[in-house]
């Protein structure tokens, strides 16, 4: 089972500020199938980028994704108001397609 | 409009059984793969099962393997999760999504397992 990592936990900043998530892999994730969501309480994830980099249907291009391997970053270059919530990377090349623990991006 | 809409989950008790159902609507069901997706009260996602197109091809994860059965019914455009041999531990809000890389997800249904 390959095994997803996040860091930091909690990652506190300002509107306006750059965020920048890691996700790390136990082992290489096939294709680079590695998607990002972003999940608000009581609400369903959303998905935000996939295949790493590719941004999904209408995701502002603030959000940017990259790396392949083993190491990923999810990077929101100015934080918005509307993007304090919960980040999980998956990846999907390598059944069971586990869920990393999530990055909090809440409010300094 | 792509919709997902899950249904049948409820208040168990240890060692039963339940399933889940999940009607799509808004796009050709059977060209997509569907997975499930649960998340325990206060806790992270935790991917369940995948199936593929025709339902030939199916993966668990290791926790509710040989107890959970994904399968579909292309028919009816209905997913489905038999979930078998229940304990606390299945205690979540169970997702369907659409596609590996899930862009569209139901509601969520909530399975309490509990004497």
């Known amino acids: 089972e390959i095994v997803l990592t996040q860091s930091p936990a909690t990652l506190s900043l300002s509107p306006g500020e750059r965020a920048t998530l890691s996700c790390g892999a136990s082992?290489?994730?096939?294709?680079?199938?590695l998607a990002w969501y972003q999940q608000k309480p009581g609400l369903a994830p959303r998905l935000l980028i996939y295949?790493?980099?590719s941004r999904a249907t209408g995701i502002p291009d603030r959000f940017s994704g990259s790396g392949s391997g083993t190491d990923f970053t999810l990077t929101i270059s100015r934080l918005e108001p509307e993007d304090f919530a919960v980040y999980y990377c998956?990846?999907?090349?390598?059944?069971?397609?586990?869920f990393g623990p999530g990055t909090k991006v809440d409010i300094k | 409009e792509v919709q997902l809409v899950e249904s049948g989950g409820g208040l168990v008790q240890p060692g039963g059984s339940l399933r889940l159902s999940c009607a799509a609507s808004g796009f050709t069901f059977n060209t997509y793969w569907m997975q499930w997706v649960r998340q325990a009260p206060g806790k992270g996602l935790v991917w369940v099962s995948r199936?593929?197109?025709?339902?030939?091809?199916?993966n668990y994860a290791d926790s509710v393997k040989g107890r959970f059965t994904v399968s579909r019914d292309n028919a009816k455009n209905t997913l489905y999760l038999q979930m078998n041999s229940l304990t606390a531990e299945d205690t979540a809000v169970y997702y369907c999504?659409?596609?590996?890389?899930?862009?569209?997800w139901g509601q969520g249904t909530l399975v309490t397992v509990s004497s």
């Open positions: 998956q990846q999907y090349g390598t059944s069971p397609f586990t």
């Open positions: 999504a659409r596609d590996s890389a899930a862009g569209y």
């Open positions: 199936i593929n197109r025709d339902g030939s091809s199916t």
């Open positions: 082992q290489s994730v096939s294709s680079s199938f």
């Open positions: 295949d790493a980099s």
